[in-house]
């Protein structure tokens, strides 16, 4: 039976994906596509998760891509552009998991610049959230087994007492090479039978 509930927060709660910036400023599908692929990609921003500055990573990057200088400036400032509403059902089922009482917490993998706007204009949402740990800050990412460790120090939590829930494996197997309970997110109602199954929460009805 577990207790609390550590939840990631990028394709979790929210819908993360830099297209719903870029398509604001690259009117050329191709063009988009091209530039997130091989410009501003994922693997790149990962960088800032770990903790690199991004005046740093842009400087680098614009270096090697001058005419796209301007469309990299953008992303750190305009970086809560790439993150939409939450996914269905999430706001409810966090909520759910307040109204009962479960401690809620998360473990993300965000950049420690741009966390603190988003977490702010989210704040009606995180303000339920007992703690957060945010890889930028702490320079460890997950699935590295380190931060699973120190999240579950700083939260007071012992890890069999806890769900960790996230949308990658990789991610959910390092929750879980430190004990505890772990799940992949597909979507809120699969995610509301994954607790139950955990003892949080009743089950959803048929």
Excluded: C
């Amino acid at each position: 039976m577990a207790r609390a509930v550590v939840f990631d927060v990028g394709n979790v709660l929210y819908d993360w994906n830099p297209r719903f910036l870029y398509e604001r400023l690259i009117g050329d599908d191709r063009a988009l596509d091209a530039f997130l692929r091989d410009v501003a990609t994922k693997e790149w921003h990962f960088q800032h998760d770990a903790g690199r500055p991004f005046a740093e990573t842009s400087a680098e990057l614009a270096a090697a891509h001058p005419q796209h200088a301007a469309l990299i400036a953008a992303w750190g400032p305009r970086f809560g552009e790439q993150l939409g509403g939450m996914l269905p059902g999430m706001r409810a089922l966090v909520d759910d998991l307040g109204d009962a009482g479960v401690p809620l917490y998360a473990i993300t993998n965000f950049s420690g610049e741009f966390w603190p706007s988003f977490r702010n204009r989210e704040a009606d949402l995180f303000d339920r959230f007992d703690d957060i740990v945010v890889s930028g800050d702490e320079l460890l990412t997950k699935p590295d087994p380190a931060i699973y460790r120190l999240a579950l120090e700083r939260f007071g939590l012992r890890a069999e007492d806890t769900v960790f829930v996230d949308d990658r494996e990789d991610n959910v197997a390092g929750a879980q090479s430190v004990g505890m309970g772990a799940v992949v997110f597909t979507d809120a109602e699969t995610l509301r039978g994954d607790l139950a199954r955990y003892g949080i929460l009743a089950a959803p009805a048929l």
